[in-house]
Structures are given as structure tokens and as C-alpha cells.
């Protein structure tokens, strides 16, 4: 290692163990000089002014979802404080209901009912102004999209509708008065929002998500009154909303209106050379900023797979020509030459994120400080949202600290000093075995990596080859990155363990990482005691198709994991020039990637390249040429040719030393297989915990509701 390193290990040992530290890597954080950033980046350091009020840089997070809001508001505000701490000017909520008329539950967003809403929301402003960061609040009545299982209030739409989703309800025609109440209850929560401590105030028309976008909808609203027909009516209550909000708050607070341009409709939808344009062109000057994107949800927060970096650009770059107010856009943005770009070249005020302020909240800060290597990027996976669309806390592939800011105390920066002098040698380098290593290594402990292969990550290094999983990499160069500027972190490659070969070690502590398999008997959800195979017939697993292997001839692919792994294989095969079929027993291709957003794109890309597909069956046997398939309801039996047959339906721990000596620690897949989100996250909390082993029951703090009894 450079010299430099060997001082940073010395400044480090002189340390007080009391004192939490930052990135080891990093001698400023040790030294306390602070480091200058690039002045090519003091254009994105520029205040921004938001009608009252003022952004101290232009890093906007934009509202997104995060699987906390009002069911575990500690949380969530504890996670929005820790954006603010990271330097994003301005940090926004998801969307808030503003009335039971639109009551998302299950889902777990923000709420400003009444006024005992208001400390909940109030919590989470305190944090965010404690960094000098601006508050911003989406309010949203969601109508149609908002079928109201707790409130049981009969939905609201511009005009007699079924709600989203299948349940058999339908949303009823606004009169006069409903739009009326409307728009006094938009009024009453931005009142609420201000009492709140918000510093920026959402007027909601984007991803078709809100009444308001739906009274702008052609084919939502097919109203004949003064609210239907022209865009000059269907913006009616979108203008109504925006100068009630601006009369009742906007002299102490910035005014947002966040739309989608171009809903990838067509002549249907708004598009951005049509309705789209023509709406900001109607309003250009009205709001204090605005923040466009496209529709709907799965578009706009469209995963690297399928759309990369700045994708958003060509729909919105129109949009400042129109306006002198602010404009925020997203495109997944985590270069800073590229944020400088868009500055500069007059397309956007401010760099709006959501996805990238998850992987790394301190994003900014790094920018700011000339630690530009050190950005966590976002891989584009959408595990983010899968948190949020299961009900449950948002979790992220990157940054295993999202969501356990308030839960376990976890910093994305911070982590407390080793405990001891203890040494650690971890086998596997992998997403787990690489991610204990950063953090124990940030900690201040030795620690050994030893790695079989010749190369760093494991599966991710694999996955990341498959079609569009590119960005997938980024997991693996962050931490190699890191783990190189650690005088006191070793890697070795191609450097198999055994039990022998362990008694060399005898002085460390010994954490198995070695990661997990593909089963080649088809045991799974649909087979728990695997699938007939006669002797004579090729069967090959994920790992073989890694490794190389490509069938001769037409091949099935049987998906009974559920996830990316089947159809991302399937369309390997397919554009290698083979003939695919792909077989799952659920009755859509990758059916858990509706919880990523990309469920739709992928059964579209498969249909598009010639891969066939046999959904609602399950494999039942596999011989020589063809495979036998059960349809799961029926039981009807049929044959399909095929000289070879790719099984992805569970994965076994890779635990051999494991099981030589069950005295050593496993961890990640070694354990148990799952994401690669929870691999990471597996490798964090062994670092965090090591030296200072749980004793609770229950690991973590939790948001109780105390009842008072009268």
C-alpha cells in the first residue's frame, strides 16, 4: 500500500475509541483538513431560489417511497435527517394523503389527515432543518388509484371508473361539491404542511398517481362540464389547486408542481411534443418550480436493465426553454460531470434524485468534498421499491444502512471503532465477503480476504454479464475500491481454503462467505422433491451457463425462482442463437419483478426476440429430446422437443467448511441464498456486530404504539 495509507493507520490507532469515524480512506475525515472539490463542481454549490424560500446547493431528492411514513415515522424521519446530514438542499417526502377519501393502506405512506397528523411529519422537518436542508411535502388526493380498505369511503374519480388493481370497486363521478371539498381539503393539508415546519408545498399532477392528473387524463376524464373536453378544462382543477395552495401558503412557502410530460401514451396521453408542452406552456410562470418526469412509475423509475442513466433527458429538456422558475429532472443521475452538463447547458436548476439519495445519502457531501470516488452509485436494481411495494421498510442494494438509520442506529458514514485486535480472515470474496471486509476494515480491524477464483464478486461479477445487468458491477467496484485504500485490509485470489489449510489462521477469526449454487435436480416451490430425469438428458443450472455452456439446439428454460435470473438466461440463450422456450409455473414471466417495476419490460423484450413462453405450467419430467409439462390447473400433460433444459429454481449454500468446523461463522448465501441486497446487508451486520454481539431478543428498536386506557 502507498505510504500515504501506512500514516492513515497510524493517525487512526491515536484516535479515541469513543469517537465514531468516518471512511478510512479518506485523510480528512482522520485529520480534519478538509478536502476541496473540483471547481469544475462549484456550479452545482450555487443557492437556487424557490419563490420565498432558498436551496443551498442544487441537490433536489425528489419525493419517493420507502416502505415507512406513518407506520414507522421514527424511521422515516430518521432516514430524510440523514439526507439532509449527506447535503441535499432540499429533501421531500412520498406522497401524503390529505384526506380519507384517499386512503392508500396497506400502503404506508405519509398522512395529514387532520392537525394530530402533523407531528409525525413535524419530527421529520426538525431533522432535515437541522442541516440547513429545505423541507419539501407531496400532498396527494389519489382518486381512482386509492381504493380505501381502511377509511371504506367510496373512491373519487373525474368521471364513473374501476379502481387500479383488480378489486371488483369502482370509483364514483365528482359533482360539483366533491370537486369543491377537493379542493378545500388540498388547501387545509398544505396549511397543515406549513404548521409542519415544510419549506415546499406539492401541487401532485405526475404518473397518473393523483386526482389531479386524472381530471387532466383524456381517456380518466370524459367529463362535458367546464372540467372535461380541452386541456383548458381538464387543467381547470390543476390551476383551482395551485392558486388555492399559493394563496393559502405561498408567502412563506416555495410552491411546487410536479408532472409528467410524456406519459408513453401516445395520442392517448400527454406527450411531450403535444399536451404536455402545451401545459407547461399554460402555466410556465406559475409555480416556484417545477418538477417533470415521465409516466407512469414503472417508466419513470425504469430500471438499468432496460433504461440507463439520463434516460429522461430528451422528453424534459423542452421544459426550461418555456420557464424562468426552477426546473428539477431525474434520470437516475450519479456522475457529477454529467449534473454539470445538464447546468450548464440549461436544461435543468437542480439534479433531482430519488433512487441515487438511497444508495447514497451523503452523495453531495462527497462531491463537495473532492471525494468523488467515494459515491456509492446506484445500480439501478429497484430493490428500493420492492421494500415499498411488499409494506415493509425500504432496503437497497448498495447502502445496507437504508432504512436502519433509526432501526439499529446504522450510519452510511459512520461505524463505530474495532473493539479489539482481533484479526479476521473472510473466505469468499463476494457482495458478503467483500462487504464485511470495507466495513470491518473501516472499523480498524485486520482482516484477510481469501478468494478462489481470479476475480473479485462472486455471483454479482457473473450476473452483471448477463444482458443489461452492466451496472449490477458497480456493487463490486465500490468495495474493491474501498477495500484498496486499506493498508490493513488483504486480498488474496486464487486462493482455495480447506480445513488444512485454516490451521495457518489459527490466530484469526474465521467467517465463511463462500456463497451459494444452483441445484440441478429442479427441487423447488413447485418440485420440493425435484423433477424426473432420465439418465441420457442434459440438464444444466445458471452456474453452467456462466461457465460458458451453450446448448446445440432448442432448449427449455424452467423459472421456478421467479425473479430476474430465468427470463435474464432466457434471453441470453435467445440472442446467442438458440431456441428458447421458457416455462414457469407462475402465471406471468418473472412474476416477483413486478415488485422492481419491470415485470412488464421483460415479458415485452422476451415476446419481441422470439423467446416462447409457457406460463401456468410446470415441468414435470425430462428426457433425451423433450420435456413433459404439467398445466397447474388442469393437469393436462403435454410435450415440448428439446435438446437440453436449463433448471433455475433454487440455490444450496456453498458450506463445505462450514460443516468441516460449525464453529465458524457463515454468512450471506453460505447461510442462506437470497438477494443480493441481503447478501450485502448479511456482510454489514457481521462487521457492525462483530466485537459487540446482540444480547437482545429482539436486535432492533421498534415503533410501539402506546395505549393510553381510559
Given at each position: 500500500?502507498?505510504?500515504?495509507?501506512?500514516?492513515?493507520?497510524?493517525?487512526?490507532?491515536?484516535?479515541?475509541?469513543?469517537?465514531?469515524?468516518?471512511?478510512?480512506?479518506?485523510?480528512?475525515?482522520?485529520?480534519?483538513?478538509?478536502?476541496?472539490?473540483?471547481?469544475?463542481?462549484?456550479?452545482?454549490?450555487?443557492?437556487?431560489?424557490?419563490?420565498?424560500?432558498?436551496?443551498?446547493?442544487?441537490?433536489?431528492?425528489?419525493?419517493?417511497?420507502?416502505?415507512?411514513?406513518?407506520?414507522?415515522?421514527?424511521?422515516?424521519?430518521?432516514?430524510?435527517?440523514?439526507?439532509?446530514?449527506?447535503?441535499?438542499?432540499?429533501?421531500?417526502?412520498?406522497?401524503?394523503?390529505?384526506?380519507?377519501?384517499?386512503?392508500?393502506?396497506?400502503?404506508?405512506?405519509?398522512?395529514?389527515?387532520?392537525?394530530?397528523?402533523?407531528?409525525?411529519?413535524?419530527?421529520?422537518?426538525?431533522?432535515?432543518?437541522?442541516?440547513?436542508?429545505?423541507?419539501?411535502?407531496?400532498?396527494?388526493?389519489?382518486?381512482?388509484?386509492?381504493?380505501?380498505?381502511?377509511?371504506?369511503?367510496?373512491?373519487?374519480?373525474?368521471?364513473?371508473?374501476?379502481?387500479?388493481?383488480?378489486?371488483?370497486?369502482?370509483?364514483?363521478?365528482?359533482?360539483?361539491?366533491?370537486?369543491?371539498?377537493?379542493?378545500?381539503?388540498?388547501?387545509?393539508?398544505?396549511?397543515?404542511?406549513?404548521?409542519?415546519?415544510?419549506?415546499?408545498?406539492?401541487?401532485?399532477?405526475?404518473?397518473?398517481?393523483?386526482?389531479?392528473?386524472?381530471?387532466?387524463?383524456?381517456?380518466?376524464?370524459?367529463?362535458?362540464?367546464?372540467?372535461?373536453?380541452?386541456?383548458?378544462?381538464?387543467?381547470?382543477?390543476?390551476?383551482?389547486?395551485?392558486?388555492?395552495?399559493?394563496?393559502?401558503?405561498?408567502?412563506?412557502?416555495?410552491?411546487?408542481?410536479?408532472?409528467?410530460?410524456?406519459?408513453?401514451?401516445?395520442?392517448?396521453?400527454?406527450?411531450?411534443?403535444?399536451?404536455?408542452?402545451?401545459?407547461?406552456?399554460?402555466?410556465?410562470?406559475?409555480?416556484?418550480?417545477?418538477?417533470?418526469?415521465?409516466?407512469?412509475?414503472?417508466?419513470?423509475?425504469?430500471?438499468?436493465?432496460?433504461?440507463?442513466?439520463?434516460?429522461?433527458?430528451?422528453?424534459?429538456?423542452?421544459?426550461?426553454?418555456?420557464?424562468?422558475?426552477?426546473?428539477?429532472?431525474?434520470?437516475?443521475?450519479?456522475?457529477?460531470?454529467?449534473?454539470?452538463?445538464?447546468?450548464?447547458?440549461?436544461?435543468?436548476?437542480?439534479?433531482?434524485?430519488?433512487?441515487?439519495?438511497?444508495?447514497?445519502?451523503?452523495?453531495?457531501?462527497?462531491?463537495?468534498?473532492?471525494?468523488?470516488?467515494?459515491?456509492?452509485?446506484?445500480?439501478?436494481?429497484?430493490?428500493?421499491?420492492?421494500?415499498?411495494?411488499?409494506?415493509?421498510?425500504?432496503?437497497?442494494?448498495?447502502?445496507?444502512?437504508?432504512?436502519?438509520?433509526?432501526?439499529?442506529?446504522?450510519?452510511?458514514?459512520?461505524?463505530?471503532?474495532?473493539?479489539?485486535?482481533?484479526?479476521?480472515?473472510?473466505?469468499?470474496?463476494?457482495?458478503?465477503?467483500?462487504?464485511?471486509?470495507?466495513?470491518?476494515?473501516?472499523?480498524?480491524?485486520?482482516?484477510?480476504?481469501?478468494?478462489?477464483?481470479?476475480?473479485?464478486?462472486?455471483?454479482?461479477?457473473?450476473?452483471?454479464?448477463?444482458?443489461?445487468?452492466?451496472?449490477?458491477?458497480?456493487?463490486?467496484?465500490?468495495?474493491?475500491?474501498?477495500?484498496?485504500?486499506?493498508?490493513?485490509?488483504?486480498?488474496?485470489?486464487?486462493?482455495?481454503?480447506s480445513s488444512d489449510t485454516l490451521t495457518e489462521f489459527e490466530d484469526h477469526h474465521i467467517v465463511v462467505?463462500?456463497?451459494?449454487?444452483?441445484?440441478?435436480?429442479?427441487?423447488?416451490?413447485?418440485?420440493?422433491?425435484?423433477?424426473?430425469?432420465?439418465?441420457?438428458?442434459?440438464?444444466?443450472?445458471?452456474?453452467?451457463?456462466?461457465?460458458?455452456?451453450?446448448?446445440?439446439?432448442?432448449?427449455?428454460?424452467?423459472?421456478?425462482?421467479?425473479?430476474?435470473?430465468?427470463?435474464?438466461?432466457?434471453?441470453?440463450?435467445?440472442?446467442?442463437?438458440?431456441?428458447?422456450?421458457?416455462?414457469?409455473?407462475?402465471?406471468?414471466?418473472?412474476?416477483?419483478?413486478?415488485?422492481?417495476?419491470?415485470?412488464?419490460?421483460?415479458?415485452?423484450?422476451?415476446?419481441?426476440?422470439?423467446?416462447?413462453?409457457?406460463?401456468?405450467?410446470?415441468?414435470?419430467?425430462?428426457?433425451?429430446?423433450?420435456?413433459?409439462?404439467?398445466?397447474?390447473?388442469?393437469?393436462?400433460?403435454?410435450?415440448?422437443?428439446?435438446?437440453?433444459?436449463?433448471?433455475?429454481?433454487?440455490?444450496?449454500?456453498?458450506?463445505?467448511?462450514?460443516?468441516?468446523?460449525?464453529?465458524?461463522?457463515?454468512?450471506?448465501?453460505?447461510?442462506?441464498?437470497?438477494?443480493?441486497?441481503?447478501?450485502?446487508?448479511?456482510?454489514?451486520?457481521?462487521?457492525?456486530?462483530?466485537?459487540?454481539?446482540?444480547?437482545?431478543?429482539?436486535?432492533?428498536?421498534?415503533?410501539?404504539?402506546?395505549?393510553?386506557?381510559?
Open positions: 500500500m502507498v505510504t500515504s495509507r501506512a500514516l492513515a493507520v497510524e493517525l487512526y490507532e491515536k484516535i479515541s475509541d469513543h469517537i465514531i469515524i468516518l471512511e478510512q480512506n479518506s485523510l480528512e475525515l482522520l485529520t480534519g483538513k478538509p478536502m476541496a472539490r473540483h471547481s469544475r463542481y462549484d456550479i452545482l454549490f450555487e443557492p437556487v431560489k424557490i419563490g420565498p424560500v432558498t436551496a443551498k446547493n442544487r441537490f433536489f431528492q425528489v419525493p419517493h417511497c420507502n416502505g415507512m411514513g406513518r407506520s414507522f415515522p421514527s424511521s422515516m424521519a430518521e432516514m430524510r435527517r440523514t439526507k439532509a446530514e449527506g447535503g441535499w438542499a432540499v429533501v421531500c417526502t412520498e406522497e401524503i394523503e390529505i384526506h380519507p377519501s384517499g386512503d392508500h393502506s396497506p400502503w404506508a405512506g405519509g398522512r395529514l389527515w387532520d392537525d394530530t397528523d402533523i407531528p409525525v411529519l413535524a419530527k421529520m422537518c426538525d431533522g432535515i432543518h437541522e442541516f440547513g436542508s429545505l423541507a419539501g411535502a407531496e400532498l396527494n388526493h389519489a382518486g381512482q388509484m386509492s381504493p380505501n380498505r381502511y377509511s371504506r369511503s367510496v373512491p373519487l374519480s373525474p368521471s364513473h371508473i374501476p379502481v387500479a388493481g383488480h378489486e371488483p370497486l369502482q370509483a364514483r363521478e365528482m359533482d360539483l361539491q366533491d370537486i369543491k371539498n377537493l379542493r378545500k381539503w388540498h388547501r387545509d393539508a398544505a396549511i397543515r404542511a406549513v404548521n409542519a415546519g415544510f419549506d415546499i408545498v406539492y401541487v401532485y399532477a405526475g404518473h397518473q398517481l393523483s386526482t389531479i392528473s386524472h381530471f387532466l387524463s383524456r381517456y380518466r376524464n370524459r367529463r362535458s362540464d367546464h372540467y372535461g373536453g380541452s386541456l383548458e378544462n381538464r387543467a381547470r382543477l390543476l390551476k383551482e389547486i395551485l392558486a388555492d395552495t399559493k394563496d393559502a401558503v405561498g408567502h412563506t412557502c416555495g410552491i411546487a408542481i410536479r408532472f409528467a410530460v410524456d406519459e408513453l401514451k401516445g395520442s392517448m396521453g400527454f406527450t411531450s411534443t403535444g399536451e404536455g408542452y402545451d401545459l407547461i406552456e399554460m402555466l410556465a410562470e406559475e409555480p416556484d418550480l417545477w418538477d417533470v418526469n415521465i409516466s407512469s412509475w414503472e417508466h419513470d423509475s425504469a430500471t438499468s436493465r432496460f433504461k440507463q442513466s439520463g434516460y429522461q433527458d430528451d422528453y424534459v429538456s423542452f421544459v426550461k426553454k418555456i420557464t424562468s422558475k426552477p426546473v428539477v429532472g431525474v434520470g437516475r443521475y450519479t456522475s457529477p460531470d454529467a449534473m454539470v452538463s445538464l447546468v450548464k447547458s440549461g436544461q435543468l436548476d437542480m439534479i433531482g434524485a430519488a433512487r441515487p439519495s438511497i444508495a447514497d445519502p451523503f452523495l453531495p457531501k462527497k462531491i463537495e468534498e473532492g471525494r468523488v470516488e467515494d459515491i456509492r452509485e446506484c445500480i439501478g436494481c429497484n430493490i428500493c421499491v420492492s421494500g415499498d411495494e411488499s409494506y415493509v421498510p425500504i432496503r437497497c442494494t448498495q447502502n445496507p444502512t437504508m432504512g436502519e438509520e433509526w432501526r439499529r442506529g446504522w450510519h452510511p458514514e459512520r461505524i463505530n471503532p474495532k473493539t479489539s485486535n482481533e484479526r479476521v480472515l473472510i473466505i469468499g470474496a463476494g457482495p458478503t465477503g467483500l462487504e464485511a471486509a470495507r466495513a470491518l476494515g473501516q472499523r480498524g480491524y485486520n482482516v484477510v480476504v481469501a478468494e478462489r477464483s481470479t476475480e473479485l464478486g462472486g455471483r454479482v461479477v457473473k450476473e452483471s454479464r448477463l444482458p443489461g445487468f452492466g451496472e449490477w458491477g458497480r456493487v463490486i467496484a465500490y468495495r474493491e475500491y474501498q477495500i484498496r485504500q486499506m493498508a490493513n485490509v488483504d486480498v488474496y485470489l486464487e486462493s482455495e481454503m462467505a463462500t456463497g451459494s449454487k444452483w441445484v440441478n435436480d429442479g427441487i423447488g416451490r413447485e418440485n420440493p422433491l425435484g423433477i424426473k430425469i432420465n439418465k441420457d438428458t442434459k440438464t444444466y443450472t445458471p452456474d453452467d451457463i456462466f461457465k460458458g455452456y451453450r446448448p446445440d439446439g432448442p432448449v427449455v428454460v424452467f423459472d421456478d425462482d421467479h425473479f430476474y435470473m430465468g427470463g435474464a438466461i432466457a434471453e441470453l440463450l435467445r440472442k446467442s442463437g438458440c431456441e428458447v422456450t421458457l416455462v414457469t409455473p407462475a402465471s406471468e414471466i418473472s412474476s416477483y419483478t413486478t415488485k422492481t417495476l419491470e415485470q412488464h419490460a421483460i415479458q415485452k423484450k422476451l415476446l419481441e426476440i422470439g423467446v416462447s413462453l409457457e406460463m401456468s405450467h410446470n415441468l414435470k419430467s425430462v428426457r433425451s429430446s423433450s420435456a413433459e409439462l404439467e398445466c397447474i390447473y388442469t393437469g393436462r400433460k403435454k410435450e415440448i422437443e428439446c435438446s437440453a433444459t436449463i433448471l433455475v429454481t433454487m440455490r444450496i449454500p456453498v458450506d463445505d467448511l462450514w460443516k468441516s468446523n460449525p464453529k465458524l461463522d457463515r454468512i450471506g448465501d453460505a447461510m442462506g441464498p437470497s438477494t443480493i441486497a441481503a447478501a450485502i446487508y448479511s456482510g454489514h451486520l457481521y462487521a457492525r456486530e462483530f466485537g459487540n454481539p446482540t444480547i437482545n431478543e429482539v436486535p432492533f428498536r421498534r415503533e410501539l404504539i402506546n395505549l393510553s386506557m381510559g
